[in-house]
């Protein structure tokens, strides 16, 4: 069991040093063993091929991902009656938790397109649950279409998580929960500041 935990944690890290440089397509069985520095038969004893490596990987992340949302959903629940200016909403604490404990793996996984839409769902469900939901203008409930309303919501958090993990300097976990929390209070004039920043001309 050693072993085998050994050789894994050896191919996991070759194989996000080789995603940050070849991406996957150009990935090769051959790439992550020399990498690696074990043999192929060694890596087949694992896996298939690369794309068996990949999914083990994903299936690895949503999993883990859905089990600590789904072994605290009693206490998210509960938290959502409770209003507290500032506080942080504990499903994100958990999401950006998780997503710290296991950076560099979903990082790469994230360059994959089908990645980022397992994501989204596992955000979606999040979002219909309502654990990441608050009472916003009632002027304009039920003005825009509920599918465009989801995907504006799933989208802006996955495209922030995203570029978080783009950074070469990162934020701490604690400062992009901050980001993520203000966001959702803040109209696109609020975020950017457009009248301090730009006044009110258009420049070419």
């Known amino acids: 069991m050693r072993r085998n935990t050994k050789t ?14 070849k991406g996957f397509e150009s990935l090769t069985v051959r790439d992550i063993t020399s990498t690696a520095k074990i043999n192929r038969s060694t890596f087949y004893a694992h896996y298939n091929d690369k794309y068996d490596l990949l999914k083990s990987y994903e299936n690895s992340v949503l999993k883990s991902l859905s089990q600590t949302l789904n072994n605290n959903l009693n206490s998210l629940t509960k938290s959502q009656n409770i209003k507290v200016d500032d506080e942080s909403y504990p499903v994100i604490n958990l999401i950006i938790g998780y997503i710290e404990s296991e950076f560099d793996l979903i990082k790469v996984l994230l360059t994959i397109s089908s990645f980022g839409e397992k994501i ?43 570029y978080w ?40």
């Open 165 to 204: 993990l783009s950074k070469d300097h990162p934020e701490n976990k604690d400062t992009i929960i901050d980001i993520i929390l203000k966001s959702r209070y803040l109209s696109p004039y609020d975020l950017l500041g457009v009248d301090d920043q730009f006044g009110n001309t258009i420049r070419v």
């Open 120 to 162: 989204k769902n596992i955000l979606r469900q999040i979002i219909i649950k309502g654990l990441y939901l608050d009472k916003g203008n009632n002027k304009t409930v039920g003005t825009i279409p509920n599918d465009y309303a989801y995907e504006i919501i799933v989208s802006g958090l996955l495209s922030t998580i995203t």
């Open 8 to 21: 894994s944690a050896k191919i996991k890290k070759a194989f996000i040093n080789l995603m940050k440089v």
